[in-house]
């Protein structure tokens, strides 16, 4: 999807690298490198944190990692081990403070922390710390995450008790990479929301969002974290540990329909895979007499390949993707979006023009994108357009890192699919069933949460936060 104002985003993603002190390796490039194949699942932010011998350092800014990071900055962060951070905002803003990793000195030692997904009692945790006199930097959950780890390594044998303690005080979701001057900790609750792999370049451990992460800087992916699983990296050495808790596996459906990256292994299923499976279903549920399939470049291609395949219909280049126009590039007016959508995807006249066409997109939210895209298709020629989301339509909430808009804002809330048609000016409208996503994923092991689908979730939902507690951030005026 195209613009800031009609797409989902996931909230981070995090990278690791472990390896005994004195290692032949240069732990904040890895980190830069696999970040970088990260960029997807964050574009507001990016940070490193480097263990140099017990000392941490941590760059940190707004902007992507070219932006924030060069050559000469990377070289002047030795170390044997780092964590890495590529944050898009769903809770907190996007202000520099809420940038990650975050690194603090405490009485026993250092700490840096990497996390991404969302925390449901995070307003409760977070009242509890001020009323103690606790003192926050950003208004981001992590940052809570931070200080309970602190807080419970003071009454703590180790780092690793501590998260321990702290991932019985939190709920949500939630994986994590922390810091300490001697050992990495990675973490991941107890239904899985979302994913963490694990991987080996060398003799060196790492820890990735997602599997092409690791592929990206030449490593072994090996396996995910399990869920409530806590890992240790000391000095080379490998330690799982139980974390205790126990929870119904719940992992979150749309990293397999958009977020991951359609080369990433996750929960054991190839992402491409399962967006494949998921066109097909489509393809089955919803078909109809066409002439072409075709795409919303990238998010849609592999279920329009899976249709295709199913369906019988040629795949055809409808439109074409300008991959040289930035997320930032442009904030259009109102009067502006029409050009926007031009600049960003072309339609190909000649492929499409007098044709009945299938498009496969990966989801429809708002509607505003599918519409402008729809009536470009129309103006180069398209006889008919029948839109297909490999997608359920959404129509409730996420609280576990995915920021889908408030429920009058969704276009599938109080419409039917042939509403959403004349809404889109669509000849027809139609989404894959959110019982068909799950089955497609639990053919494969994969027991998922469809919480924003059906309203169903796998965990209490969080309460609201008394307004007396809530965070007003501090504004600095520069005069000068």
């Known amino acids: 999807m195209i613009y800031p104002s009609d797409s989902l985003h996931e909230e981070c993603g995090i990278f690791g690298i472990a390896a005994p002190p004195g290692a032949n390796i240069d732990p904040a490039l890895d980190t830069f490198l696999g ?67 975050i690194a603090v000195s405490h009485i026993k030692g250092n700490l840096a922390l990497a996390h991404n997904g969302n925390l449901v009692n ?38 690793e008790e501590a998260v321990q303690r702290t991932m019985h005080q939190i709920k949500g979701a939630y994986c994590l990479l922390a810091m300490s001057p ?23 451990y790492i820890f990735a969002s997602e599997s092409c992460a690791i592929d990206a800087v030449g490593g072994k992916f090996l396996r995910d974290v399990e869920p409530g699983e806590i890992i240790i990296v000391e000095n080379g050495n490998f330690t799982s540990m139980d974390s205790g808790l126990r929870s119904e596996r719940s992992f979150c459906s749309f990293e397999f329909i958009y977020f991951a990256r359609p080369d990433s292994i996750i929960e054991g299923i190839s992402v491409e895979h399962a967006r494949r499976k ?85 989801s429809v939210v708002r509607g505003t994108t599918s519409a402008r895209i729809v009536s470009a298709l129309r103006e180069a020629g398209a006889k008919e357009v029948h839109l297909r989301s490999s997608a359920p339509p959404f129509r409730f909430p996420c609280y576990f890192g995915t920021d889908v808009p408030d429920q009058e804002k969704l ?18 409208v139609a989404f894959l069933r959110h019982e068909t996503l799950y089955e497609i994923l639990a053919a494969d092991g994969c027991k998922s949460c469809t919480g924003c689908f059906s309203g169903d979730y796998p965990i209490e939902l969080p309460k609201e936060t008394d307004a007396h507690f809530a965070f007003k951030p501090i504004m600095y005026i520069n005069n000068h």
């Open 35 to 101: 970040l970088f194949a990260l960029q997807h699942r964050g574009q507001e932010a990016c940070g490193i944190a480097v263990n140099n011998a017990g000392v941490i350092t941590c760059r940190k800014n707004n902007g992507l990692l070219m932006e924030v990071f060069n050559e000469k900055i990377l070289e002047s962060m030795p170390g044997d081990s780092a964590i890495g951070h590529v944050r898009y905002s769903t809770a907190g803003g996007g202000s520099v403070e809420n940038a990650q990793p």
């Open 122 to 159: 995070a307003g409760e945790l977070r009242r509890e710390i001020e009323l103690k006199g606790g003192i926050f930097h950003s208004t981001s959950d992590s940052e809570i995450i931070a200080y309970t780890i602190v807080k419970e390594r003071l009454k703590s044998k180790s780092i």
């Open 182 to 204: 001697r050992k990495m900790i990675a973490a991941r609750d107890p239904n899985g929301f979302r994913p963490l792999s694990i991987g080996m370049l060398g003799e060196n």
């Open 278 to 362: 998921m066109g097909a279903a489509l393809a089955r549920e919803s078909g109809v007499e066409a002439d072409i399939v075709c795409a919303v470049p990238d998010s849609g291609l592999s279920a329009a390949a899976g249709y295709a395949e199913a369906s019988g219909l040629p795949n055809v280049v409808g439109l074409i993707k300008n991959r040289y126009i930035g997320r930032t590039f442009i904030q259009p007016s109102q009067g502006q979006r029409e050009l926007e959508v031009r600049m960003k995807l072309n339609p190909m006249s000649e492929n499409i023009r007098g044709k009945r066409i299938v498009l496969i997109d990966d």
């Open 411 to 428: 276009i599938a809330v109080g419409r039917s699919e042939a509403e959403i048609a004349t809404f889109l000016g669509a000849n027809s």
